[in-house]
């Protein structure tokens, strides 16, 4: 069975430009998260979806939105890229909405970079 | 705000041995807790993951919780090389349904001499 898969790997972009990544859930996977990994940390919370909906927003300003299609895919979208933006950015799915026997598993990421 | 704590090490132990790595969490009410480990350039990936107070053994890997004490614990015994790499503690920020949000440690660096 495929894994959970993030496109694009890397990605350059300027500040001010806008980027958006894609993930695709393991097949049977309703939940979709996005993580953001800076060099040193671990990852942190950005969005949450289930079902479609969103069901859990991080501390990440506005320039960060996200949707759920309805195969389970799911796009991030960053406007105003900044410098500090740059990170791994990090996709997940589970099989349920809660943590309760239902581990996250990871994509392999979008390394994103903004000069 | 629910907090998780690592040693970020590194941590160096000699090829065979027992690798202890600790994490404690500030959320007494969290009721699950996951053990990831990330290679360098890589995504976490899950290796552990624990519920019920005591140990729990998959393989070489041994998860220890004590809720009373808010500590989690993983020991990799016959450590290799290749078990080199940064783990990650993660803690369910909410209990319950709702929503699922992980909050991670920093991670710990584990280095296995050969």
């Known amino acids: 069975d495929a894994g959970v898969t993030q496109s694009p790997t890397h990605l350059i972009k300027t500040r001010g430009q806008h980027v958006t990544l894609r993930c695709s859930p393991i097949s049977g996977h309703k939940s979709v998260s996005w993580y953001q990994q800076v060099l040193g940390q671990g990852p942190q919370f950005i969005f949450q979806?289930?079902?479609?909906?969103?069901?859990g927003r991080g501390n990440f300003p506005d320039r960060f939105s996200a949707r759920q299609f309805p195969n389970y895919s799911s796009e991030l979208n960053v406007n105003a890229l900044l410098l500090g933006d740059s990170a791994l950015y990090l996709c997940?799915?589970?099989?349920?909405?809660?943590?309760?026997?239902?581990?996250?598993?990871f994509g392999n990421g979008t390394r994103l970079t903004v000069t | 705000q629910k907090e998780v704590e690592q040693n970020s090490g590194p941590l160096s132990v000699p090829e065979g041995a027992i690798a202890s790595l600790n994490c404690t969490y500030s959320?007494?009410?969290?009721?699950?807790f996951f053990w990831y480990r990330q290679y360098s350039g890589k995504s976490p990936e899950l290796i552990m993951f624990i519920y019920s107070n005591g140990d729990k053994e998959d393989g070489r890997f041994t998860a220890q919780l004590n809720k009373a004490s808010q500590y989690v614990s993983l020991l990799i015994r016959d450590s290799q090389p290749s078990d080199s790499a940064t783990y990650l503690c993660?803690?369910?920020?909410?209990?319950?349904?709702?929503?699922?949000?992980?909050?991670f440690g920093k991670g710990t660096k584990l280095s296995v001499i050969p």
């Open positions: 997940a799915s589970s099989s349920f909405q809660s943590s309760y026997n239902s581990p996250l598993h």
């Open positions: 959320d007494r009410g969290s009721q699950s």
């Open positions: 979806y289930y079902e479609k909906e969103e069901r």
């Open positions: 993660a803690v369910p920020a909410g209990v319950g349904a709702g929503s699922y949000q992980l909050t």
